[in-house]
């Protein structure tokens, strides 16, 4: 049997990526170790490949259905990991998830209408929002000791008539939480009371750290599942952004019909014939490698936290839930040498030597905070953490 140590899944071996069309190196000078974008240095588990090696066995790549074992294995898939299912009925495939959140504002709002955005939060949330032309209605994370939570007192009192929905990062990305299930009761009750829409982001929802637990807000309960677009997809899990797929659940039928009809409007109810046969391998096969990758993942998350508390304790390292970011924290630092978030991103840049994703681009909230992508072998870590604190330290 193939059991969940690290070992014997290979994460060491650094793949090099220039010259592939990586937007994470090929963007990044010679020389700068990339961490920033969130895609991982890891070779995704050998099934994926297999069964796409295997299809292209067939000479032609024509137009494809999505076959029924591709649900079955999503379905599956969901109820292992979080102990809930994705019954086929429920489900719309969308090309990507960002794809999959701006069908739902331009199906469920209006021009003009508000959705809450709660920063700070990955970029393109803002931006699906002011493209579409609705509002950006801003619920700021409230931050104590690098710990982040929600804000439901100013939620409350920012919503107004016009505010028709919610986009939830659950898991958050940058902060690295898992929303409880009390925050998440919380944000239900909220959202049933002011009749909001909520828009379940939950793309790290199977990168979740031991000890935590994921549940999705829809798991809730049929009040707000009747409410809510639940978004997954493999691409983080697996390290197949480059894939494109995604999944939409939604349990209302009338809310499915529309939805549905958005994404044939929008041409987003198409996905590729290698994007589902690697979904579908990663689902059926990928469980062993993916509780390996999280044993190294938190194993990264301590390792990174030692290397600041011991040699550059001006930064802070908080915990991480899940995923593979983590949201450090340089305000003291930057008070402590007079650098703006400008100057910062510099001297990591130019002095440093690496590219880390800058604070300010997560919205309010953001200064003084840099995001660093740790999915990566440990030894180029190292390297990147040895050049940070040479030049900070
Ligand atoms: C919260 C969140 N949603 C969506 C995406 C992107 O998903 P996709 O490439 O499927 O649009 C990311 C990528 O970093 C993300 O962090």
């Excluded at 409410?227 to 809310?255: H, M, Q, Y």
């Excluded at 059926?284 to 040699?311: K, M, N, S």
């Amino acid at each position: 049997m193939i059991t969940a140590n690290p070992r014997r899944f290979d994460f060491h071996t650094q793949h090099p990526r220039r010259g592939t069309n990586s937007i994470k190196w090929d963007l990044v000078p010679e020389g700068r170790l990339p961490l920033w974008i969130a895609d991982m240095d890891f070779a995704p588990p050998q099934a994926i490949a297999e069964a796409i090696r295997e299809r292209l066995s067939h000479p032609i790549l024509g137009y494809s259905l999505v076959s029924e074992s591709f649900y079955e294995a999503l379905d599956a898939f969901q109820r292992e990991q979080h102990l809930r299912g994705m019954p086929q009925e429920e489900v719309s495939v969308v090309s990507a998830v960002m794809p999959g959140v701006k069908a739902a504002i331009e199906c469920f709002t209006e021009p003009g209408d508000g959705v809450v955005v709660q920063a700070p939060v990955y970029t393109p949330f803002f931006q699906s929002v002011r493209d579409k032309n609705r509002r950006v209605v801003l619920n700021h994370l409230r931050e104590q000791d690098g710990y982040y939570r929600f804000d439901l007192d100013e939620l409350d009192a920012v919503i107004d008539e016009r505010t028709r929905m919610l986009l939830l990062c659950s898991p958050h990305n940058p902060v690295g939480r898992i929303w409880t299930r009390a925050e998440l009761e919380a944000v239900a009750d909220l959202a049933v009371r002011r009749d909001l829409i909520v828009i379940s982001d939950e793309i790290h929802a199977d990168l979740r750290l031991d000890p935590y637990k994921f549940l999705g807000i829809a798991g809730l309960g049929p009040e707000i599942a009747s409410r809510t677009v639940t978004l997954v997809s493999p691409s983080k899990t697996f390290n197949i952004p480059g894939c494109a797929v995604a999944a939409a659940a939604i349990s209302d039928p009338e809310l499915r019909k529309r939805y549905r009809k958005a994404l044939k409007a929008t041409g987003t109810d198409h996905v590729t014939t290698p994007a589902v046969i690697a979904t579908e391998a990663a689902y059926r096969h990928g469980t062993p490698w993916l509780d390996a990758l999280r044993g190294y993942l938190a194993e990264t998350v301590q390792q990174v936290r030692a290397v600041f508390a011991e040699r550059l304790p001006q930064v802070g390292a908080a915990p991480v839930e899940a995923s593979f970011v983590m949201w450090l924290d340089f305000r003291r630092l930057q008070r402590e040498r007079g650098l703006d978030d400008e100057q910062l991103q510099r001297v990591l840049r130019e002095q440093a030597q690496v590219e880390l994703s800058h604070g300010p681009v997560f919205g309010p909230g953001g200064e003084g905070f840099q995001r660093l992508n740790i999915a990566t072998p440990r030894t180029l870590l190292r390297e990147a953490l040895d050049r940070i604190v040479r030049v900070l330290g």
